[in-house]
């Protein structure tokens, strides 16, 4: 028989005691441990001094704050980077159940502060419970004595708030947390742990016997990572844009996404609502911002996008303003490009408002401003000037010397024109007859597209050859785009290389020629030159073509070396006639011997001997049967 063990662990440990009822056949038994209650007032786990104090952990406001930052920034957030004081407290020091539940609630309380349903998917409803249910079979965890082993609520809490506080934002760490076990004979099979969620996320489910609040608004608690991946959306839609017209349709996007808030304006109130952020990206006409939301969700998009200029950077800055729509406390942008510093005012180049058709949106001093003092701009619509002062704060924060990021440029913004990329290894026009490797390269780092006959290549390396199989020439074009528009283009045709075998296919040393030189060196030379990056079986015909071109041009280097003898003379007379006839007869039958030079001048059928053939065509030369030897 199973019972149901209702517990949990207090801070202060209080008396366990056992209640007990009279026991049936298929009834349940019911034992009150102890309760828990992350009181920030109570400092310390008892026994366990590695454990985190509670009180170290930011109100759930702050923590919101920070799970926003996180949310959007991801690896870029400072918050993220280094995620909490303790780091991986419950990986390092939970051993056994503890471990394991801590690292079950850790992906539990992720989902939640994501807005989903406690096994990460899509919520059913609005409202998701705080209630988990975990299987502990197994585990060690035992109900003895009126008391529960091998595992500590207290220590796994503690852990948690430790290592993913801003994924715990919702929790409501002064009220009670509490578990219910269910046993099977000592072993505790199942637990279910309640968290009370906090009254900003809560929904109206309200838990009885703690009287705490058992569901979270997944709507609230989804709005944050919702938005973020709708700012996402917009970094990826305007990734190919350059710089300047980049910014601009952040500019538009997030003036076309949400209005000003003149409602929420009042005396006072400090900057760092995390909402502001998520309003501008959520998609819900309903929810405006003020100046903070307008310069943040600029910011954001600029910080989490691809910049050419590598020294680009965005802030976000506080003081006064004056003239224009409206004037008082507010927040604007200063983007840092090229050689300057320029001011952008999202939320007064929104409709309606003083800069909406230009003049505050990567403005210049036009008016000799300064930091300590203010800078002066004029816009289209509104005739008189608008001043922006920065307040102390700022002032501290970044400082007011020349280098200082909030010292305006005196000269307009010039978006550079950059240089066209580069196409390496092969030319414009160029024939080829192997497979080319072909290199693209560019100096500025901002290459947008590489194609190859009109389809996107994935890098910048390619490799093109001919169609081989049905020896046929295959014509490419190769366009590079940088992301300022600047391109280079080429244009080439590669041949098969079995059309240099063609070339010369017609070519012999029997039948070669000295007006055959040029030929046979261009297809040398071609051969020669497609090697470097030739597929294996081309090689192999490059190879045959290049032994046959160079054997070629040796005979017709021997063809047109100078001579000390004519051909077929003989008897050297200088002349040839019936007389050489008679001494080529006279060798052959060996009744006389030739010098070198009357064996080469002999030898006019290139068999580098004096035969009977080497006769028979003097003779035929001698009785004008043939004209040239």
């Known amino acids: 028989m199973k019972k149901e063990v209702r517990g949990g662990v207090s801070l202060v440990l209080a008396s366990a005691m056992l209640v007990t009822s009279p026991m049936a056949a298929g009834m349940t038994e019911t034992v009150q441990a102890e309760e828990l209650t992350v009181d920030s007032k109570v400092a310390q786990i008892q026994g366990e001094s590695i454990i985190p104090r509670a009180d170290q952990v930011p109100g759930n406001e702050e923590l919101f704050a920070q799970y926003v930052e996180q949310t959007f920034y991801g690896e870029e957030s400072e918050s993220y980077r280094t995620p909490a004081v303790y780091g991986n407290i419950g990986q390092n020091v939970l051993t056994g159940a503890d471990k394991y539940v801590y690292n079950e609630l850790k992906k539990i309380a992720a989902n939640i502060a994501d807005g989903k349903a406690a096994d990460g998917s899509e919520p059913s409803g609005q409202y998701v419970s705080t209630k988990f249910t975990l299987s502990v079979a197994g585990q060690g965890i035992t109900y003895e004595g009126g008391a529960f082993k091998g595992f500590s609520l207290s220590k796994v809490i503690a852990a948690l708030l430790a290592d993913c506080p801003y994924d715990l934002y919702w929790y409501n760490k002064t009220a009670s947390t509490w578990f219910n076990g269910r046993i099977s004979g000592r072993e505790v ?172 949106f990567m403005a210049w001093d036009k008016n000799n401003g300064s930091v300590e003092n203010g800078y002066v701009f004029n816009t289209v619509y509104y005739d008189d000037a608008i001043t922006f002062a920065y307040d102390g704060r700022t002032k501290d924060l970044y400082g007011t010397g020349d280098n200082s990021v909030l010292k305006i440029a005196s000269a307009e913004y010039e978006e550079p024109k950059g240089t066209a990329p580069v196409i390496e ?26 194609t190859v006959n009109g389809k996107q290549e994935a890098g910048t390396e390619i490799s093109l050859s001919a169609d081989n199989q049905n020896n046929r020439k295959k014509e490419y074009t190769i366009i590079a785009e940088d992301r300022r528009g600047n391109s280079t283009s080429c244009k080439i045709t590669i041949n098969p290389c079995s059309d240099l075998q063609k070339r010369i296919s017609h070519l012999s040393v029997d039948t070669v020629k000295v007006t055959d ?55 050297a007379n200088s002349k040839v006639d019936v007389g050489d006839v008679r001494t080529a007869l006279r060798y052959i039958c060996k009744k006389t011997n030739l010098t070198e030079t009357q064996m080469k001048a002999g030898d006019v059928t290139g068999d580098e001997k004096v035969t009977i053939e080497d006769l028979r065509k003097i003779l035929r030369y001698v009785c004008k049967k043939i004209t040239e030897l």
């Open 425 to 450: 290894g092969v030319e414009n026009g160029g024939n080829y007859y192997a497979t080319q490797k072909i290199t693209v390269r560019d100096a500025d780092n901002d290459l947008a597209s590489v």
């Open 189 to 360: 099979v199942e637990i279910d742990i309640n968290f009370p969620a906090a009254d900003a996320y809560a929904g109206p489910e309200i838990e009885q016997q703690y009287k705490t609040k058992c569901t979270v608004d997944s709507k609230k608690t989804g709005a944050a990572s919702s938005a973020a991946e709708n700012a996402r959306k917009i970094i990826e839609k305007h990734k190919a844009e350059k710089d300047y017209e980049k910014m601009e349709s952040y500019k538009e996007e997030i003036c076309d996404l949400t209005s000003y808030n003149y409602d929420a304006v009042k005396p006072g109130v400090a900057y760092g609502d995390p909402w502001q952020m998520i309003y501008v990206f959520d998609g819900d006409e309903s929810t405006n911002v003020v100046c903070e939301g307008y310069a943040k969700a600029f910011q954001y998009l600029c910080d989490m996008s691809d910049f050419l200029d590598p020294g680009y950077n965005c802030c976000s800055v506080t003081g006064m303003m004056r003239g224009g729509t409206g004037e008082g406390p507010h927040m604007w942008n200063i983007v840092t490009i090229g050689d300057g510093n320029y001011l952008v005012d999202v939320t007064n180049s929104d409709d309606g408002t003083a800069g909406e058709r230009g003049g505050l």
């Open 517 to 571: 030189r040029a030929l046979v060196q261009n297809t040398l030379k071609d051969a020669v030159t497609a090697v470097e990056n030739a597929a294996e079986e081309e090689k192999t015909i490059l190879a045959e073509v290049k032994t046959k071109c160079e054997t070629l041009l040796a005979k017709i280097d021997e063809m047109t070396q100078p001579q000390d003898y004519i051909r077929g003379d003989v008897d």
